[in-house]
Every structure is written in structure tokens, then in C-alpha cells.
């Protein structure tokens, strides 16, 4: 059975203060693990596309690895604008985008 | 590029009206369009899954009579909330797939910001 699952649930950090999200995967043929940002009352953004064990993508703070189990979502020096729920999606069997319940990222100053 | 827009953003309306969401891809054209929704603190749910000119695939436990979802164009797709009652008030949310030779990603579901769907 297809599933994705994230930790940890909520992180709260000091501005600076640099760490790491996790989401794991099980799904029979990778077509695509998806990073997105979500903010509250907002629909999701889209961060990240990773296809392939070892592949890294970057986007300012943030940086995605992919091995064949998980991916990690690190963030750098986070900001107080970096804070959201960031949400890992893979494609399933169907071809469905299938989501992990998301991390929620608090940055204080 | 791949900007999804909703409309309206919020509805309030009253129990056993209808009330329909619009879905448009501003600057692609899209294969497929989703609809999902999402509970206070949950990840999203998908709803339905509308290719142009066809019917909707529904998942199991979403009522089709309930939730009418028309894909008139390969930019515009509409859910249409039948009959609602309070328990149909949540936060939906679209995405749409895009055809290829746009220079945007065919893989990817670029989503819209939201509808907030309140039932009295």
C-alpha cells in the first residue's frame, strides 16, 4: 500500500536556528516526490520536484534530497517568513497525487 | 508562470442552496484539473479528478449528485456544491495538470489558493 508519512509534526524554531523535515515513502515505482509550501487559508505552493535517489534541488533556504526511502526538506538560517506547513506528496499507483499530513514550521525571531 | 485562480475565495450561504466554485489555469492550458478538500489541520483530500470534455472520476465516498464538477474548457473547471447543509463547509481547493509545450511542468499540480465554504 502506497503511503507517505512526515516528521515531525510540528517544529518550532529560533530564527537561525537550522533543521530538517522528513517525509518517508512507500510506493511501488517513484514517478515523483513533490514538496509544497501551505499557508494557512491558503492553497498549497509548489516548492519542489525530485524524481531519482541522490538528486538535490535548491530554492533560497530550502533544499530537497531524495534517497529511495525519503526525502528531507532542509531549511537554513529560517526566517520568520519561512513559517508554514510543508507538505510531501508522492505520485501513487493511480497516478494520484497522495499527501503526508505535512509538518508545521513555527520560526520565531 | 502556472498561476491557478479560484473564485470566489469565500461563500457563506444557507443551507439547501447551491453554490459553485470556479477553477481557471491563467496562463496554461490543463489536461486535468482536481478538486480536493481539506478539514482544520488535515491534509488535503482529493474529491475528484475532471479531464476536458469528459465525466469526473469520483473517489470512493464522495457523492457525484452532491458535488457537480464540470470542465467546460481546458482552462476552466467548476464544482458545484448541491443541496449544502453545514457539514459541507471546509476549505476547497483545485489543481490543475498542464499540457505539454507550455514550458511549464506536466508532472506537477499547481494548485489554486482556495475557496472557504461556510453553510449556515
Known amino acids: 500500500e502506497d503511503q507517505v508519512t512526515q516528521s515531525p509534526e510540528a517544529l518550532r524554531l529560533q530564527e537561525g536556528e537550522s533543521s530538517s523535515l522528513n517525509c518517508s515513502y512507500t510506493?511501488?515505482?517513484?514517478?515523483?516526490l513533490f514538496w509544497y509550501r501551505q499557508d494557512p487559508g491558503k492553497g498549497p505552493e509548489f516548492l519542489f520536484t525530485?524524481?531519482?535517489a541522490g538528486e538535490e534541488k535548491e530554492k533560497e533556504r530550502l533544499k530537497a534530497t531524495l534517497t529511495k526511502k525519503e526525502s528531507f526538506l532542509h531549511i537554513t538560517a529560517p526566517k520568520p517568513e519561512d513559517s508554514a506547513t510543508y507538505l510531501c506528496?508522492?505520485?501513487?499507483?493511480?497516478?494520484?497525487?497522495?499527501f503526508g499530513a505535512g509538518t508545521q514550521v513555527v520560526v520565531t525571531p | 508562470g502556472a498561476v491557478v485562480s479560484q473564485h470566489p475565495s469565500w461563500v457563506i450561504c444557507k443551507s439547501g442552496t447551491s453554490v459553485k466554485i470556479e477553477c481557471r489555469s491563467l496562463?496554461?492550458?490543463?489536461?486535468?484539473m482536481f478538486w480536493y478538500r481539506q478539514f482544520p489541520k488535515q491534509s488535503l483530500m482529493l474529491m475528484a479528478t475532471?479531464?476536458?470534455?469528459?465525466?469526473?472520476?469520483?473517489e470512493q465516498g464522495v457523492e457525484k449528485d452532491k458535488f457537480l464538477i464540470n470542465h467546460a474548457s481546458l482552462t476552466l473547471s467548476t464544482l458545484t456544491v448541491t443541496s449544502a447543509h453545514p457539514e459541507d463547509s471546509s476549505f476547497y481547493i483545485c489543481?490543475?495538470?498542464?499540457?505539454?509545450?507550455?514550458?511549464?511542468?506536466?508532472?506537477?499540480?499547481?494548485f489554486g489558493p482556495g475557496t472557504r465554504l461556510t453553510v449556515l
Open positions: 489543481s490543475a495538470l498542464a499540457l505539454t509545450g507550455q514550458g511549464v511542468s506536466t508532472d506537477t499540480q499547481y
Open positions: 510506493v511501488s515505482g517513484l514517478r515523483g
Open positions: 525530485l524524481y531519482s
Open positions: 506528496a508522492v505520485h501513487d499507483s493511480w497516478g494520484k497525487l497522495q
Open positions: 496562463d496554461f492550458q490543463a489536461t486535468t
Open positions: 475532471s479531464n476536458e470534455g469528459s465525466k469526473a472520476t469520483y
